[in-house]
């Protein structure tokens, strides 16, 4: 048993159910956001929190999580807990949090980044005398729903059964009410974007980058509004308008335009003369001289040929699985009729 005061636990579990085209190409939980695995914002709030250790949930995607997770710049202590059976978020929990003596959990989706200050919920699940606290915020419209954040207190575990499908918001939230016990809800004063669709993706690597480009990570230097790391090359004719985080390695050639929101990943190269806007570029891809590409996706390794006009499009690199990119693209068409993601979220 792990002896700590917070500890974290992460609900990463991939199942087939709801699964989008991005689910091809890489488990949810390690799209990289703003060219970090999305995992690691939960786990860097858990840190901020007072957890000097968190728990991964996953099933079949628990080997990449783990190796991805092992190269990261972590300063938390992280276990791992494989859901070969469906156990559900509030099962997952059961199961993590039965392993260690903590007392309070700070709970994150594996698809959601936490923003709201970790300290400060805490304190407030504790005045409350809740077993359980719902994070909340508002959509557009202003209608309240959860984030995907929760705490629990250690004897909330006590109404979760030990095996079945065990959700949060179907079984366990009902549960509590039915006992007599609190049930707390904590708006949060700032929320992310959560990737639950191919559109929410893009949208949430747009947010990440405008927060990384306004305080660049170390190895990053300021160019102008946009972030761009120490060994990436930029030609002195290329423009970077907008936000713009340019990855290691990453070259852009003469006459090039980039335009913000935009990440592009670690030895990708964009050719002379290209247009790169609001997209996310992953890493070793090849952007040909002149090509258009706007709005889209491409995962590690694509190559976009000279002069080619890509709108709305996901690509899957040649290592990736046969049908892929036909998928993606299909899911993302609804992106070239996407608005400019907002500046208040």
Same mark, same amino acid.
């Given at each position: 048993?792990?002896?700590?005061?917070?500890?974290?636990?992460?609900?990463?579990?991939?199942?087939?159910?709801? @699964?989008?085209?991005?689910? %091809?190409?890489?488990? $949810?939980?390690?799209?990289?956001?703003?060219?970090?695995?999305?995992?690691?914002?939960?786990?860097?709030?858990?840190?901020?929190?007072?957890?000097?250790?968190?728990?991964?949930?996953?099933?079949?995607?628990?080997?990449?999580?783990?190796? @991805?997770?092992?190269?990261?710049?972590?300063?938390?202590?992280?276990?791992?807990?494989?859901?070969?059976?469906? @156990?559900?978020?509030?099962?997952?929990?059961? *199961?993590?949090?039965?392993?260690?003596?903590?007392?309070?959990?700070?709970? %994150?989706?594996?698809?959601?980044?936490?923003?709201?200050?970790?300290?400060?919920?805490?304190?407030?699940?504790?005045?409350?005398?809740?077993?359980?606290?719902?994070?909340?915020?508002?959509?557009?419209?202003?209608?309240?729903?959860?984030?995907?954040?929760?705490?629990?207190?250690?004897?909330?575990?006590?109404?979760?059964?030990?095996?079945?499908?065990?959700?949060?918001?179907?079984?366990?939230?009902?549960?509590?009410?039915?006992?007599?016990?609190?049930?707390?809800?904590?708006?949060?004063?700032?929320?992310?974007?959560?990737?639950?669709?191919?559109?929410?993706?893009? %949208?949430? *690597?747009?947010?990440?980058?405008?927060?990384?480009? $306004?305080?660049?990570?170390?190895?990053?230097?300021?160019?102008?509004?946009?972030?761009?790391?120490? !060994?990436?090359?930029?030609?002195?004719?290329?423009?970077?308008?907008?936000?713009?985080?340019?990855?290691?390695?990453?070259?852009?050639?003469?006459?090039?335009?980039?335009?913000?929101?935009?990440?592009?990943?670690? $030895?990708?190269?964009?050719?002379?003369?290209?247009?790169?806007? @609001? !997209?996310?570029?992953?890493?070793?891809?090849?952007?040909?001289?002149?090509?258009?590409?706007?709005?889209?996706?491409?995962?590690?390794?694509?190559?976009?040929?000279?002069?080619?006009?890509?709108?709305?499009?996901? $690509?899957?690199?040649?290592?990736?699985?046969?049908?892929?990119?036909?998928?993606?693209?299909?899911?993302?068409?609804?992106?070239?009729?996407?608005?400019?993601?907002?500046?208040?979220?």
């Amino acid at each position: 048993m792990l002896e700590t005061g917070v500890h974290g636990i992460v609900v990463a579990g991939v199942y087939p159910v709801g @699964r989008s085209a991005l689910d %091809a190409l890489i488990p $949810r939980p390690l799209l990289p956001v703003a060219q970090q695995p999305l995992i690691t914002y939960a786990l860097r709030w858990m840190k901020d929190g007072g957890a000097e250790r968190a728990t991964v949930c996953a099933n079949n995607a628990a080997r990449s999580i783990r190796e @991805r997770l092992s190269a990261a710049e972590l300063e938390i202590a992280i276990d791992f807990v494989e859901d070969w059976n469906p @156990r559900g978020a509030a099962g997952c929990v059961r *199961d993590a949090g039965l392993r260690t003596e903590a007392r309070t959990f700070l709970v %994150a989706d594996g698809t959601a980044v936490p923003v709201e200050n970790a300290t400060e919920l805490l304190a407030a699940h504790r005045a409350s005398g809740a077993l359980l606290t719902v994070v909340v915020g508002a959509d557009s419209t202003g209608r309240l729903g959860p984030t995907g954040v929760y705490v629990f207190d250690r004897r909330a575990l006590d109404f979760i059964p030990a095996d079945g499908f065990q959700d949060i918001k179907e079984r366990l939230i009902p549960r509590l009410y039915d006992s007599g016990e609190m049930v707390g809800t904590h708006v949060a004063r700032a929320i992310a974007p959560r990737v639950v669709t191919t559109e929410s993706y893009l %949208a949430l *690597d747009h947010w990440a980058v405008e927060r990384a480009a $306004r305080s660049p990570h170390a190895g990053f230097r300021a160019h102008g509004e946009s972030a761009v790391h120490d !060994s990436a090359w930029v030609d002195a004719s290329a423009r970077l308008l907008g936000p713009v985080l340019l990855g290691p390695g990453v070259a852009v050639h003469a006459g090039a335009t980039l335009v913000g929101p935009l990440s592009v990943g670690a $030895r990708s190269t964009i050719g002379s003369g290209a247009v790169v806007s @609001r !997209s996310v570029v992953w890493s070793g891809c090849a952007i040909g001289n002149g090509a258009l590409v706007d709005r889209c996706m491409l995962a590690d390794g694509v190559t976009v040929e000279p002069r080619r006009p890509l709108f709305g499009e996901v $690509r899957a690199g040649v290592s990736r699985a046969k049908g892929a990119s036909a998928a993606g693209a299909a899911l993302w068409n609804p992106l070239a009729m996407l608005r400019p993601v907002s500046h208040e979220h």
